[in-house]
């Protein structure tokens, strides 16, 4: 079953801008992970954020996370097109390495 | 080593028919994991491996699926019997330990 929720599903931006996404999700975590996909291809991990961790950064992505409201915010600033793709985020449960993925959210990103 | 690799990209197989997919994980890699994904959606858990034990299987996985990594290195995910709602496309990743998981560029089931 589904764990985390993205939102919105889809979003569509001119390039330079920057780009939120915010992932909630339902029970207690290791970690959440974000991730990208080019449609039709496999999943590129983006970047991990541990559960006793408030905020990550990694190049133009700066990744939150709140435990008290279980939810996080993948942020991509100066947006680019190749940025297009649909994010995931995904939970980590109690269980070893059984991650949870969202539906994802839909970026475009326009010249 | 260029990363997880599967095979074949794509398949497309008539209903009833057994189709079997390869997954080659990163070689220093000890955990491989399946799993489904479909249109518009993100991927669900089917099973996972450390070494060539099978340590964790999803209600996903009916008794048409199974799953093997024989020699702890490359795994194979069989589906017996296809219907078309396993149309989907199916992903491997790997990870070392608890680390980051990395994954394949998936296999595309069609079952017509």
């Known amino acids: 079953s589904q764990q985390g929720e993205e939102d919105p599903q889809a979003l569509s931006i001119q390039e330079g801008e920057n780009a939120t996404m915010n992932c909630s999700y339902k029970?207690?975590?290791?970690?959440l992970q974000w991730y990208r996909q080019n449609s039709g291809r496999g999943l590129v991990h983006l970047i991990l954020?541990?559960?006793?961790?408030r905020e990550k950064h990694s190049g133009r992505l700066r990744v939150t996370l709140d435990t008290s409201k279980k939810s996080s915010s993948l942020l991509i600033t100066a947006s680019r097109a190749a940025d297009t793709a649909s994010y995931f985020c995904?939970?980590?449960?109690?269980?070893?390495?059984?991650?949870?993925f969202g539906a994802g959210t839909r970026l475009t990103v326009k010249p | 080593d260029t990363g997880v690799s599967q095979d074949p990209r794509h398949k497309i197989t008539k209903r009833g028919q057994n189709v079997t997919f390869r997954c080659d994980p990163i070689?220093?890699?000890?955990?491989l994991y399946w799993y489904r994904q479909t249109l518009g959606q993100g991927p669900e858990f089917l099973t996972y491996?450390?070494?060539?034990?099978?340590?964790?299987k999803s209600r996903l996985l009916s008794d048409r699926f199974s799953a093997e990594r024989p020699k702890g290195s490359f795994s194979t995910l069989e589906i017996q019997r296809t219907e078309q709602g396993d149309s989907a496309m199916y992903l491997c990743?790997?990870?070392?330990?608890?680390?980051?998981?990395?994954f394949g560029p998936g296999t595309r089931l069609t079952v017509l």
């Open positions: 029970t207690s975590i290791n970690n």
């Open positions: 995904a939970t980590e449960l109690g269980r070893v390495n059984d991650m949870r």
């Open positions: 990743a790997s990870s070392y330990g608890a680390d980051t998981q990395y």
């Open positions: 491996f450390q070494n060539e034990a099978q340590l964790e």
């Open positions: 070689s220093e890699h000890n955990r």
């Open positions: 954020i541990r559960s006793n961790e």
